[in-house]
């Protein structure tokens, strides 16, 4: 069977999966879910199976738990503890007497896993197996448009990477052991950072307690592994293909863009006024939206003049319509209608999309870019403080200041004292109660940690710099020839240099690593170079490739800019390379991350 056939039939395990909760009680049930699992399970199941499975109701989670009428209800939740509890109070109301409880009436269902404190909480008020039984749920990696995959688990980057929790890194590894024994075990292995050292760590280890794939061959020639954390670049840059810029503008859940019809303010509340958005709904997938596959991975100049170019030819075949005898429009109306009218659809909604992007980016995205550019490329420092701190005066706007900050600390690294300024002023700016985000911002690792005084930690103190970030970001990607030496010469239109999704100042890490793998460049070199980019790890058991067949696994988030360069690799070189992830993000969900205060 074909790659990505197995890869899109994933959901079928899924559904044997959740099948086995549903059916532990025969009669009917309620199924009641947290409002950001709704995209997500449409894309596991969809309602018509649940309706299959028993499931009669479908309610979506509020502060009030809608009336069970005799059902049993089922509630399904992301891992949080203080949603669960929320969820735990909404059954209380419902029990009278514990005691005399119906048994096997309310179940919790939590995605991806609990911990102990679940049962625990459970056990203190006397409810659990009694009262509520508790499920762990952790569906295959969703099949979101041709070459990705997602887990579609929302926290990962912020509890691995800005809180250093390692819940969720049993979940991550027990993923690529359950798909091992789809696609098989590749022969060649890559891992390049901390948390995908220990994720192939924990891979080996479910394989030796609970089995491994018998199979000798696996689909896949490499499997690539890397921490989000490695190539920060490829998330803080603004991105210059039409997908990276969708994910920029508008919210992305589970391959589905949406922005629904409503009375927008004029001005924020700091009197800016503020772009128009288009209200839209499209689902990025290429197979179900040709004119989407055609532009996802073009640059946005580009776009359009294609869009423009359809809408002439959708006129046309309007007009032509118009003339045809009895007999030609009721084969017209048989075969063609109900694709033209799809296909009319699809366009008003991405020329509404490209609308939209235009009127929130395009007063900035220029001058963005050139800064974008002077900062990889470690020129004009003076010119982009400036910018930073026009940036912070000017647009109410806290994560694309902080975005760029970040970018401006890894590839220029600021002073003791420039830190300490522009910190201030972001929370003179924004609000003190973002203080604790500076922590977070060092935890992260896009600021130095500052060492103790002799009085308190504090930015006064002598700066620490961390061994592979800050000031060895530019001479790590010089090494890595990720940054073209003239921007100006790569070719948007027909691009043959990948670096063209950042508008030709940086080549995505991944796409390199990619290239160096799929050209069979020597094993000592790959190591060589990237060795000095943090912990490493290779397993060699058939290197050349013997096929050309490449799975890349980044842990904390991938970009849609990364997606288009690795299918830009994939043209130029004729392999085929599949992208996993936990979800696709951009870099403003980076920076919600790291102001987001900690659960």
Not at 237 to 248: K, R
Not at 568 to 578: F, K, P, S
Request: aromatic share 10%.
């Amino acid at each position: 069977m074909e790659v990505s056939k197995k890869l899109s039939s994933l959901q079928e395990i899924s559904k044997a999966q959740f099948s086995r909760i549903l059916n532990l009680v025969s009669s009917k049930k309620f199924l009641i879910i947290e409002s950001s699992l709704i995209r997500p399970l449409e894309k596991v199941c969809g309602v018509k199976w649940l309706k299959g499975n028993g499931v009669e109701k479908i309610f979506k989670l509020e502060s009030i738990s809608p009336s069970s009428e005799g059902a049993c209800m089922f509630y399904m939740i992301y891992s949080d503890i203080r949603l669960f509890k929320q969820v735990v109070c909404q059954i209380r109301s419902q029990v009278d007497d514990i005691e005399k409880a119906v048994k096997n009436k309310f179940h919790i269902i939590v995605i991806p896993s609990y911990n102990c404190s679940y049962e625990n909480e459970l056990e203190e008020l006397g409810l659990l197996h009694s009262v509520i039984r508790i499920h762990m749920f952790q569906w295959m990696p969703i099949y979101l448009d041709v070459g990705l995959l997602s887990l579609e688990i929302p926290n990962i980057y912020s509890s691995l990477f800005v809180h250093q929790n390692l819940t969720y890194l049993p979940v991550l590894s027990k993923c690529l052991w359950q798909l091992s024994f789809v696609i098989g075990k590749p022969r060649f292995i890559v891992t390049l950072g901390q948390y995908s050292k220990s994720l192939l760590s924990q891979f080996d280890q479910y394989c030796e307690d609970k089995g491994e794939s018998d199979r000798l061959e696996s689909d896949f020639g490499a499997l690539i592994i890397m921490d989000r954390n490695i190539d920060y670049t490829s998330a803080l840059l603004t991105p210059g293909t039409y997908a990276g810029l969708l994910s920029e503008v508008y919210t992305v859940n589970s391959g589905i863009c949406e922005k629904k019809q409503e009375d927008l303010k004029k001005l924020d509340e700091k009197c800016n006024p503020l772009p128009e958005m288009q209200p839209i709904k499209f689902c990025l997938d290429s197979k179900k939206d040709t004119i989407y596959c055609d532009i996802k991975n073009r640059f946005f100049t580009e776009v359009t003049s294609v869009l423009s170019h359809l809408t002439k030819e959708l006129r046309t075949e309007t007009m032509n319509s118009r003339e045809m005898a009895l007999d030609e429009i009721k084969h017209y109306v048989q075969t063609q209608l109900q694709a033209a009218k799809t296909k009319k659809k699809d366009i008003t909604n991405h020329l509404l999309a490209a609308e939209s992007i235009i009127n929130i980016l395009g007063p900035r995205y220029e001058v963005q870019k050139f800064i974008e550019q002077n900062i990889i490329q470690d020129t004009e420092r003076s010119s982009n403080l400036n910018y930073l701190e026009k940036l912070l005066n000017t647009e109410n706007d806290k994560l694309l200041t902080l975005r760029l900050f970040c970018l401006l600390c890894l590839f220029q690294p600021l002073s003791e004292s420039e830190i300490k300024q522009f910190w201030l002023k972001f929370l003179y700016q924004f609000g003190f109660h973002y203080g604790f985000a500076f922590y977070n911002l060092i935890s992260a690792g896009f600021v130095p940690e500052p060492v103790k005084t002799s009085s308190t930690l504090n930015l006064h103190g002598k700066l620490k710099i961390p061994k592979f970030t800050s000031s060895n970001y530019h001479l790590n990607a010089k090494n890595m020839k990720q940054i073209p030496a003239d921007p100006s010469k790569v070719n948007f239109k027909f691009p043959t240099c990948a670096s063209y999704v950042f508008a030709g100042c940086y080549i995505p890490l991944i796409t390199q690593i990619a290239g160096m793998i799929l050209n069979s460049v020597p094993k000592d070199e790959i190591k060589a170079k990237l060795e000095v980019l943090g912990p490493l790890l290779i397993v060699d058991k058939g290197y050349p490739l013997q096929s050309r067949v490449v799975l890349i696994y980044i842990i904390g988030g991938v970009t849609y800019a990364e997606i288009a360069a690795c299918n830009l690799l994939e043209t130029l070189t004729g392999a085929q390379i599949y992208i996993l992830s936990d979800r696709v993000i951009s870099g403003n969900d980076l920076m919600q991350a790291i102001l987001d205060y900690p659960k």
